[in-house]
């Protein structure tokens, strides 16, 4: 058994996450659901970790589009960036929200054709495209649409889910949730509805009889968990990140240099004793230093 773990923009949960699906024995599969920017817009696809190098570029990813964040609607990472951190990660068009399906429900269809194929170079099999059953709107032709679109460009689709929540019963829940966050109210008749209580998590048993007439979709799953093998040596030793220090400086001697410019510029300006300030700061840098 394997299950997959993909929030948006976020690999915070990954440790415990790991930790719970050990322990259960069932295999988990790292991943994010990720915005992109290009040119015609942007659009969403999920990124899952086959081994260590993909989980750090996915994790550089994540950390890029925080930093560069210059939108409302949430962080986001540019087209190029995936370019050039592919390695080590599956690629996963998802249905509805993703710059093919888009273009397919637009009724682009060469354009979706060229999008896609633009795609299957640089990820090579490790491009997939998604289609879903939530019983939503567009869901259906966007399945119809993704799997012709597949079969004519020798590229594997993959049944989804789109989870947001745990049991059918909690979709209310759910809803509630997501009306406090958008500031509007549960009974609003003009509120958009982007969800159904058909996104809680199904068992392979209910996903067998959702897409009994596309057996391969289902097939395509269990090929992309056995890629999919990161694994975390955990408590056994600290991985600290290379910190860059100029050149003929340790590490201990650049972080006193550091302190003790900080500590004169926000000193500048007071009339205080300034040499018990510095040797305060002495002293702490000593205990920093001496536990490594």
Not at 24 to 35: Q, R, W, Y
Not at 129 to 157: K, S
Not at 181 to 187: I, N, R, S, T, Y
Not at 238 to 259: C, D, R
Request: net charge negative; with cysteine; charged share 25%.
């Amino acid at each position: 058994d394997s299950i997959a773990l993909t929030d948006d923009f976020s690999l915070f949960s990954a440790i415990k996450f790991y930790q719970k699906s050990i322990a259960l024995g069932v295999k988990p599969i790292f991943g994010a659901s990720l915005s992109l920017t290009s040119e015609s817009g942007r659009y969403d696809v999920i990124l899952l970790c086959q081994n260590h190098q993909g989980y750090l570029n996915l994790s550089e990813m994540i950390s890029k589009g925080f930093l560069n964040q210059q939108s409302f609607e949430g962080p986001t990472v540019n087209e190029q960036e995936l370019l050039s951190h592919n390695e080590g990660l599956i690629m996963i068009s998802k249905a509805i929200d993703s710059d093919i399906s888009q273009l397919l429900l637009a009724n682009k269809l060469k354009l979706a054709e060229k999008k896609a194929l633009n795609w299957k170079p640089i990820f090579g099999n490790r491009y997939y495209m998604a289609a879903q059953r939530t019983d939503r709107f567009d869901d259906e032709q966007q399945l119809h649409l993704t799997v012709d679109l597949g079969l004519a460009l020798d590229i594997p689709v993959v049944a989804t889910n789109d989870v947001q929540f745990l049991y059918k019963n909690d979709y209310q829940a759910h809803e509630a949730r997501i009306c406090i966050a958008e500031g509007v109210l549960l009974d609003d008749a003009l509120r958009l509805r982007r969800f159904s209580e058909s996104q809680f998590l199904k068992s392979a048993n209910e996903m067998d009889e959702l897409f009994v007439d596309f057996p391969s979709l289902l097939k395509n799953t269990v090929e992309i968990s056995k890629r999919c093998n990161l694994h975390f040596e955990l408590f056994k030793k600290n991985y600290l990140p290379v910190f860059p220090t100029p050149q003929g400086l340790s590490i201990a001697q650049y972080f006193k240099e550091e302190s003790e410019k900080g500590l004169r510029e926000r000193l500048k300006s007071l009339s205080v004793d300034k040499e018990l300030y510095f040797n305060r700061l002495d002293f702490e840098l000593s205990v920093i230093l001496e536990m490594n």
